[in-house]
């Protein structure tokens, strides 16, 4: 008696466990029919057939040279690729292991006139494939135009109703903070940690962290246009943030990534992002020189100046200097007891509203209602 492997797929979150259930079921009926053993299977999850890197097909193929099986099942040939290339290809790898495929749907005996019989479905696969392709396409296009959303998941910053997306105003003002204090000179740690001392959290109703931050930072959405195949649509987003702002933004993180040391040093600043220009009111950053003796001197300077944002004619000022005479200040300032008295209470009313804030409870209460709704809707179209 030969063994064999089930592989199955499906190929979007639209479908579900069953279809796997179906081809397997098949797959087991057409095994005992022909007095074969299966041994495994080989399932991939939402996983298009035009995609070659699967995880479960890739195993399969480097067990098969192992020839612990000799045959491969599918339910039909069109679970193994739709695209005509990929498809002879991983036939032959599997062949020249010394595996068999075969297809429980599709009788294709091994005669020429078989081989022509499967080149055809081999082709029919593909041009299915690529016609689904251009109607999906087609589909989201016109969709699009329209300004109706197409589905996946809440997008923070929007609401989605009736095939709508919204502005959620409280989710929008975290996303244009954002920004804006990113383009002042604001590190993202520095943003996160903010957020987080307001409460400020993510649909889900988790803190927001700093891969977040750089997440909402690179999405083109918030600018209300979203691109696809290279053509823009500017009706399915209400734009949070202006382009303008973006694209500084943007620039800023490329300028970050093509010299990643600026970033590395901006830390050994301890005023970094808490001083202000006292000329054009943007943010001062750490930065360093040497001189021509060969040594090195830290300053503060205006960040709109070095990128030449903003006409400001603010000069740099030495680090040690300005660090000390602000610690100086700040040491004379905590000595009178009515500025700790302040500071105290201060600090007991951001505690209180810390525990009296209830925003993460209240995104959580409203998506228990929303998943309650939902399911008696389901109900009563059942009744």
């Known amino acids: 008696m030969k ?7 499906y190929s979007s979150d639209s479908q579900t466990e069953q279809s796997i259930e179906g081809q397997v079921r098949v797959c087991k ?3 005992e029919k022909n007095d074969l053993l299966v041994v495994d299977q080989c399932v991939d999850r939402a996983t298009t ?7 479960a097909f890739q195993q399969m193929l480097r067990d098969s040279k192992r020839r612990q099986w000799s045959v491969v099942i599918v339910y039909k040939l069109d679970r193994l690729a739709r695209n005509k290339y990929e498809s002879v290809v991983n036939r032959k790898k599997l062949t020249d292991n010394g595996v068999e495929l075969v297809s429980a749907m599709e009788n294709i005996p091994d005669t020429p006139k078989g081989k022509l019989f499967l080149a055809v479905i081999e082709g029919f696969n593909e041009y299915f494939s690529e016609d689904l392709k251009q109607k999906v396409n087609r589909g989201l296009r016109e969709s699009w135009l329209k300004g109706n959303a197409t589905g996946g998941r809440d997008i923070f910053g929007w609401d989605l109703k009736d095939k709508k997306y919204h502005i959620n105003e409280a989710e929008a003002e975290v996303v244009r903070e954002i920004f804006r204090k990113y383009a002042q000179g604001y590190k993202a740690q520095t943003i996160v940690d903010d957020l987080k001392e307001k409460n400020f959290r993510r649909k889900n109703g988790k ?3 700093h891969k977040f931050v750089y997440k909402v930072q690179h999405d083109k959405r918030y600018t209300g246009v979203v691109t696809h195949k290279g053509e823009d649509y500017d009706k399915v987003f209400p734009a949070i943030t202006s382009k303008e702002l973006w694209m500084q933004v943007n620039t800023i993180n490329e300028e970050n990534k093509n010299a990643p040391g600026r970033k590395k040093e901006m830390y050994d600043y301890i005023l970094s992002g808490k001083l202000i220009c006292g000329k054009c009111k943007h943010r001062m950053v750490g930065e360093s020189g040497m001189s021509k003796t060969g040594e090195i001197h830290y300053y503060y300077s205006c960040l709109s100046k070095r990128r030449k944002q903003e006409d400001c004619d603010c000069k740099a000022v030495k680090k040690q200097i300005l660090e000390d005479y602000v610690i100086q200040a700040t040491v004379a300032m905590l000595r009178r007891n009515s500025i700790i008295t302040q500071i105290a209470e201060t600090v007991v009313k951001i505690h209180e509203k810390m525990m009296q804030d209830d925003s993460g409870l209240q995104i959580l209460l409203q998506k228990r209602d929303d998943a309650k709704k939902a399911a008696d809707n389901i109900v009563k179209a059942i009744e």
């Not at 063994?3 to 797929?9: F, N, S």
């Not at 057939?49 to 995880?55: P, V």
């Open 49 to 55: 057939g035009m995609n070659e890197n699967r995880a």
């Open 29 to 31: 009926q057409f095994a």
């Open 207 to 209: 803190f927001i962290t």
């Open 3 to 9: 063994t064999a492997v089930i592989y199955a797929r």
